[in-house]
């Protein structure tokens, strides 16, 4: 912004008056013209704010080539600041006025009006955002500068000096320590968190970052960002809090159902000693399906991943389960479990533990009769298209049959595997051998833990 100065006579002057009071005042007053050698912008005016004389500075702050062009042109902003300048001319006492302001026929250059576009819009911007900058010197001078929205953000008035006092006074206690370590600290820089309390008492959160960098004159500075953060903490903390709710009562139904559950496979083992050995296994194989079913949502009680199961650990329990059910000695017949990293879904496991339970079932009833050694191997892995579960026995394998068998596991393995999302097919070799394959899904997780 250029300096002006202005003549306090009572009536204007015409433009041939106003030539001659600047020409008497080059010719006459060789200390104005060195005050106007300075590289500030100064302007000299009349009463009626038309520029007598204005100097270089002046002339590159309004884009035009030389002081002489803005001879003429009228004060646009007003006075801020002025300097009573005494001067004789024509016989008459004159008194001129050192004023700053900005003259209104001078337009500013176009590197000049997009840089007021520029400060406008930043200004804009951290209104909108609630958000402010700064820049600190990192070397002599250490100067402070604010946006006003840094003022904002802190409750503090722009009119006033800008103090570390006044600055400390408005961090909440608690957090004063690591403002002054990452704003001014030996290596100031990264983000951080930090409490300020505004002068009615209220606590906000403000998220600040900073860094390095080298000012207009290549001086060492940190420039600055902060942001008012204190409504999105306070819905991550209700979203959070809405989530633990929600996962304790999941927590909670699957447990009870899984009690449900339980009661309801231990009525069915109460009645097969009161029927006849045909009902009895049918109410065995009822109450161990209803037993995998529990099994299913005891994991999911307990699952460290919401929702999700490690499948390998599910079936391992699920097998050992059904050893004691059937009262299988694990000497005779050993339990290899491989793999893992797989986790699943609640909508798919429960037809997997289904599945599961059907093929260790069929295993340990008809693979190892009168008291055969075997081993009993389930395998789980992960391949780029699909997860797989492989249950294979060494035992007798199926004897041949001229004619279907129509039981209710038959019918199981046909129709569960579409509803996990996957095939079942039977491996050829000795022995007994499953593969279960579910394809993945997005959100699928493998390899979690």
């Given at each position: 912004?250029?300096?002006?100065?202005?003549?306090?006579?009572?009536e204007?002057?015409?433009?041939?008056?106003?030539?001659?009071?600047?020409?008497?005042?080059?010719?006459?007053?060789?200390?104005?013209?060195?005050?106007?050698?300075?590289?500030?912008?100064?302007?000299?005016?009349?009463?009626?704010?038309?520029?007598l004389?204005?100097?270089e500075g002046?002339?590159?702050?309004y884009?035009?080539?030389?002081?002489e062009?803005?001879?003429?042109?009228?004060l646009?902003?007003?006075?801020?600041?002025s300097?009573?300048f005494?001067?004789?001319?024509?016989?008459?006492?004159?008194?001129?006025?050192?004023?700053?302001?900005?003259?209104?026929?001078?337009?500013?250059?176009?590197?000049?009006?997009?840089?007021?576009?520029?400060?406008?819009?930043?200004?804009?911007?951290?209104?909108?955002?609630?958000?402010?900058s700064?820049?600190?010197?990192?070397?002599?001078?250490?100067a402070?500068?604010?946006?006003?929205?840094?003022?904002?953000?802190?409750?503090?008035d722009?009119?006033?000096?800008?103090?570390?006092?006044?600055?400390?006074?408005?961090?909440?206690?608690?957090?004063?320590?690591?403002?002054?370590?990452?704003?001014?600290?030996?290596?100031?820089?990264?983000?951080?968190?930090?409490?300020?309390?505004?002068?009615?008492?209220?606590?906000?959160?403000?998220?600040?970052?900073?860094?390095?960098?080298?000012?207009?004159?290549?001086?060492?500075?940190?420039?600055?960002?902060?942001?008012?953060?204190?409504?999105?903490r306070a819905?991550?903390?209700?979203?959070?809090?809405?989530?633990?709710?929600?996962?304790?009562?999941?927590?909670?139904?699957?447990?009870?159902?899984k009690?449900?559950?339980?009661?309801?496979?231990?009525?069915?083992?109460?009645?097969?000693?009161?029927?006849?050995?045909?009902?009895?296994?049918?109410?065995?194989d009822?109450?161990?399906?209803?037993?995998?079913?529990?099994?299913?949502?005891?994991?999911?009680h307990?699952?460290?991943?919401?929702?999700?199961?490690?499948?390998?650990?599910?079936a391992?329990?699920?097998a050992?389960?059904?050893?004691?059910?059937?009262?299988?000695?694990?000497?005779?017949?050993?339990?290899?479990?491989?793999?893992?990293?797989?986790?699943?879904?609640?909508?798919?496991?429960?037809?997997?533990?289904?599945?599961?339970?059907?093929?260790?079932?069929?295993?340990?009833?008809?693979?190892?009769?009168?008291?055969?050694?075997?081993?009993?191997?389930?395998?789980v892995?992960?391949?780029?298209?699909?997860?797989?579960?492989?249950v294979?026995?060494?035992?007798?394998?199926?004897p041949?049959?001229?004619?279907?068998?129509?039981?209710?596991?038959l019918?199981?393995?046909?129709?569960?595997?579409?509803?996990?999302?996957?095939?079942?097919?039977?491996?050829p070799?000795?022995?007994?051998?499953?593969?279960?394959s579910?394809?993945?899904e997005?959100g699928?997780?493998?390899?979690?833990?």
């Open positions: 912004m250029g300096g002006t100065v202005s003549a306090n006579d009572a204007p002057i015409d433009d041939a008056t106003l030539l001659r009071l600047r020409a008497a005042l080059l010719a006459r007053d060789p200390l104005l013209l060195r005050v106007f050698e300075r590289d500030e912008g100064l302007a000299l005016l009349h009463v009626d704010a038309r520029i004389l204005a100097n002046s002339a590159r702050a884009g035009v080539a030389s002081g062009q803005l001879v003429g042109a009228r646009r902003d007003g006075e801020l600041a300097v009573p005494p001067f004789p001319f024509e016989g008459r006492p004159r008194t001129l006025t050192l004023s700053l302001g900005r003259a209104a026929d001078a337009a500013p250059s176009e590197a000049d009006r997009e840089l007021r576009r520029l400060q406008r819009t930043l200004l804009g911007a951290e209104r909108l955002a609630h958000a402010g700064w820049e600190w010197g990192a070397g002599p001078p250490r402070l500068r604010w946006s006003p929205g840094m003022y904002r953000l802190h409750g503090l722009p009119s006033e000096p800008l103090t570390p006092e006044r600055i400390a006074a408005s961090v909440h206690e608690d957090d004063r320590d690591r403002v002054r370590s990452h704003a001014l600290g030996g290596a100031p820089g990264g983000s951080w968190e930090y409490r300020v309390r505004l002068p009615d008492g209220e606590v906000r959160v403000l998220r600040a970052e900073a860094e390095r960098a080298r000012d207009g004159d290549e001086r060492a500075v940190v420039i600055g960002f902060a942001q008012d953060v204190t409504d999105a819905a991550e903390a209700r979203i959070a809090a809405q989530l633990e709710a929600k996962q304790l009562l999941v927590e909670e139904i699957h447990h009870r159902v009690n449900d559950l339980q009661l309801a496979s231990s009525l069915l083992s109460l009645q097969e000693r009161r029927v006849s050995p045909e009902v009895a296994a049918i109410l065995r009822g109450s161990a399906r209803i037993a995998a079913l529990a099994l299913v949502h005891e994991k999911l307990v699952s460290a991943h919401p929702a999700r199961v490690d499948l390998a650990a599910f391992e329990e699920l050992r389960s059904i050893f004691r059910t059937l009262h299988v000695e694990p000497e005779r017949v050993a339990l290899d479990v491989r793999g893992g990293g797989v986790w699943l879904e609640a909508d798919r496991l429960v037809p997997c533990g289904l599945l599961l339970n059907e093929m260790l079932f069929n295993a340990l009833k008809h693979a190892f009769p009168a008291g055969r050694r075997g081993t009993l191997t389930m395998e892995r992960a391949t780029p298209a699909a997860y797989e579960l492989v294979r026995d060494d035992g007798c394998g199926m041949e049959r001229t004619a279907p068998l129509a039981t209710l596991g019918e199981l393995l046909r129709r569960l595997p579409a509803q996990a999302r996957g095939t079942l097919e039977r491996l070799g000795s022995g007994v051998g499953y593969r279960l579910l394809r993945r997005l699928d997780a493998a390899g979690s833990d």
